[in-house]
């Protein structure tokens, strides 16, 4: 499965890229298909056949260019896309036999091959490959020994003992250490291989399975924190040397899991009703079942050489677990006007891998796993009924269930926050206790639309929530949610009106008020076990648990202003209210969009868009006060962002005699963040020695792109097609200053990752060769 998201985000934008290429590669054949009217009834009975072979040239190394489309580094890449398809079924032959293979991108990291072979209305079968590449940084640096995708990282033997204790700690490294940086390219690598097949018994039975197996390898870059306390034996260290607490380090977690997933489904169809029942297994596997790293940080200056100078840390990888689900969905037709569909689900999700150490344990692990378990039910209808003409009345309910019965313990453990008194470790520990967490939501939804008049539609909805929270039998008494229920009723309106035949609108208006029951003093009920929320302040509400008013308004018109242009414009306005002494207050968000296309003559068309989008969160919280006393120094933030983005596109076809056709493609993206702070109860709050208030740098990224693909028709059967993409990212962050050598938090190692920046261009040539 390859999922990219589709925005302009400084995380997402390979999609640009990507889709670029894919209408380098696929434009001419799109273009081909749409040379007379008929190609889709003519594809159905005598399909056109397709291979594609070129190259494709990236002039720059860019993880973030090439986040997902292989083309990260520099350099000419193979371009390699076919699709042939045959059997007796085609051309008039009789048959009911069909057969394809088809490849996509094979010569990059996001390739993919398929075939299938079918007999029409009784059984068929299909295999799949694809990979995807995610290249998530090429700046990454670690003073660390270990590869990529491995799970034990440590320190060269004389990369010697950091102290801690005092500053600049790890911002001064020696010559030494600063040597055994090296850079690590960071990525994941999925790689799915997909099996299905199906089979109809008669006009009412059917079966079908299928089956996928997905292998990931590579890494993903986590912050992680170092034991502290940890007695360190290294050539020079004294009794009283020990590793420093809460060490920071990012190091890379590897990602070497395979999970296969399971589908089969038993099928019927009658005259009025429909029915499908069905097993769903997905099966994970890690082949780790930890991380290992190393710290060099230390309580104090004495220099330690040898690899008895760090501490090493232990921390679990994503633990081995399966899901097993059973599903039945169907629809019945009471009537012509009256149609009723649902489905039932039940599953068991179980993971009982074992714990990966019980070094920071004092006293050993009360079990040595958790022996999770998670049922989930789901339930849905939905009935609709059109016995009049101009209305349609729907009714719709889901229920979903997620009871954990995990078994609820209490973990003695050394936090890393332990440090040494005099010399000798602070042996004291801490209490955690898991919440095997649940909840149950409930939903209704009653639907109205009608038809007012010829070319009018006025739709009224309403919905209930309810949700409830709980925990099965938290050990030592504690109580583990804040919001133990809460229900919300949301009602909209919708009036679509097209007024001429060139001319269409509508508007919208939605109400909801969320209802939460909120216990502001759950974080002091802790039971035998004072450590669990002890730090939450009273009068804190988190945001997605406290009650709110949302008022949503939206509205849009297009209009066909003569044959050759249409205009479209769209708005949206929200606004939320937060019932909540502390935490967010309110929320806003505002978007404007306007396209416009104009099509001078029937084989040329221009087309451009402005897009304007605005947020805006305000919260409060307190420096002071407790769990039972609510805090009277109170601060606040406000973080806003704002989105802009232009283009125009345009197409020419037709050109030299019909042969040539050409696309441009060029647009421009601007996003931006920005936090204030205010802390009234501190004057000095600006000054550069305490900077706890004022407002941040933007965080900023700026897109530019261009796109020009050329196709020309060489013959009947064959084409050329030229490609060029030019695009430009300028993004700043300031919390990758604190990567940097020398401007690290203290005891926090630099791994100078940097913010994405790149211009590179990408040429491609391809020849596409046709045939029956």
């Excluded at 390859?2 to 054949?29: I, Y």
């Excluded at 660390?144 to 102290?163: D, H, K, L, R």
């Excluded at 940080?297 to 097993?324: K, Q, R």
């Excluded at 969320?514 to 302040?537: E, L, S």
């Amino acid at each position: 499965m390859k999922t990219v998201k589709d925005n302009f985000a400084v995380g997402t934008l390979s999609l640009a890229v990507r889709g670029a290429l894919v209408a380098m590669f696929a434009l001419p054949l799109a273009a081909h298909a749409a040379d007379a009217a008929n190609d889709e009834v003519a594809a159905l009975t005598h399909p056109t056949n397709s291979v594609e072979i070129g190259v494709a040239n990236v002039s720059q190394n860019s993880a973030k260019f090439g986040e997902y489309n292989g083309l990260n580094d520099s350099g000419a890449s193979f371009v390699g896309n076919f699709d042939i398809r045959g059997g007796n079924a085609y051309d008039g032959a009789g048959g009911t036999t069909r057969w394809g293979v088809n490849g996509n991108d094979l010569g990059t990291t996001s390739r993919s091959l398929g075939g299938s072979v079918s007999n029409q209305g009784q059984w068929d079968l299909n295999i799949g490959y694809d990979e995807l590449r995610h290249n998530i940084s090429d700046t990454y640096q670690t003073p660390q020994q270990g590869s990529m995708g491995g799970n034990n990282f440590t320190f060269p033997a004389n990369f010697g003992s950091i102290n801690g204790a005092a500053s600049p700690s790890a911002r001064v490294l020696n010559a030494t250490q600063l040597g055994a940086f090296h850079t690590e390219e960071v990525g994941t690598t999925r790689k799915n291989t997909s099996f299905g097949a199906g089979y109809t018994f008669n006009r009412q039975w059917s079966v079908q399975f299928d089956y996928n197996r997905l292998d990931q390898s590579g890494a993903k870059l986590i912050g992680t924190g170092s034991q502290g306390a940890i007695p360190l034996i290294g050539t020079g260290a004294p009794s009283a040397l020990f590793g420093f607490h809460e060490a920071n380090n990012i190091i890379m977690n590897p990602t070497s899991y395979k999970t296969d997933t399971f589908n089969l489904a038993l099928n019927w169809v009658g005259d009025k009703g429909h029915l499908t029942g069905g097993y769903y297994g997905s099966i994970f596997r890690d082949d780790y079942n930890s991380l290992t790293w190393q710290s060099a940080l230390a309580n104090g200056p004495i220099t330690c050489v040898g690899a008895g100078c760090f501490v090493t840390n232990t921390m679990s990888t994503a633990p081995d677990n399966s899901l097993h689900q059973l599903n039945l969905t169907g629809g019945y037709a009471f009537s012509p006007t009256t149609k009723l569909v649902g489905g039932l689900s039940y599953g068991r999700n179980t993971q009982n891998d074992s714990y990966a150490s019980a070094l920071m344990q004092p006293g050993g692990l009360p079990q040595s796993s958790l022996n999770g378990k998670v049922i989930t039910t789901h339930a849905d209808l939905k009935l609709t009924n059109q016995t009049a003409k101009d209305l349609v009345l729907s009714a719709g309910l889901k229920y979903n269930e997620r009871d954990n019965r995990t078994a609820s313990n209490a973990y003695d453990y050394y936090n890393i926050g332990r440090t040494n008194v005099a010399g000798i470790p602070n042996l004291t520990p801490y209490a955690g206790v898991n919440t095997p967490y649940s909840n149950k939501k409930t939903q209704l939804e009653l639907a109205a639309d009608y038809r007012l008049a010829k070319g009018q539609n006025l739709r009224l909805a309403y919905e209930r929530e309810d949700i409830k929270r709980w925990c099965n039998n938290v050990v030592g008494g504690a109580q583990c949610v804040a919001s133990p229920s809460s229900n919300e009723d949301k009602l909209g309106l919708t009036y679509r009106l097209k007024a001429r035949e060139d001319v269409s609108l509508n508007a919208g208006y939605t109400y909801a008020k969320r209802n939460a029951d909120f216990d502001h003093a759950f974080a002091a009920d802790t039971g035998t076990y004072p450590q669990v929320n002890g730090g939450d302040r009273l009068g804190y509400v988190a945001y997605p648990y406290a009650t709110r008013t949302q008022d949503l308004v939206k509205a849009g018109v297009n209009w066909q202003a003569t044959d050759k242009l249409d205009l479209g414009l769209s708005a949206r306005y929200a606004n939320d209210d937060y019932d909540a002494t502390l935490g967010v207050q309110d929320g806003r968000t505002k978007g404007i969009n306007l396209d416009a296309t104009y099509s001078y003559n029937e084989n040329s068309s221009v087309s451009a868009y402005a897009s304007w989008q605005n947020g805006e969160r305000n919260l409060l919280n307190g420096n002071n006060g407790t769990a039972t006393v609510a805090p009277t120094n109170i601060w606040s933030n406000q973080l806003k962002d704002d989105s802009n983005a232009i283009g125009i596109s345009t197409r020419h076809r037709g050109l030299m005699g019909g042969k040539l056709e050409i696309i441009g493609d060029l647009s421009y993206s601007l996003d931006k963040s920005h936090y204030s702070t205010q802390v009234p109860y501190n004057l000095n709050c600006g000054l550069a020695t305490t900077l706890t208030c004022g407002d941040t740098p933007d965080i900023k990224s700026e897109l530019t792109t261009l796109k020009l693909t050329g196709n020309y028709k060489v013959d009947k059967s064959a084409k050329v097609a030229l490609g060029y993409i030019y695009q430009k990212l300028s993004s700043s962050d300031y919390f990758y200053n604190a990567e940097q050598y020398g401007y690290t938090p203290n005891r926090v190692m630099p791994t100078n990752l940097q913010a994405p920046n790149y211009s590179v261009n990408v040429v491609t040539a391809t020849y596409i060769y046709m045939f029956k």
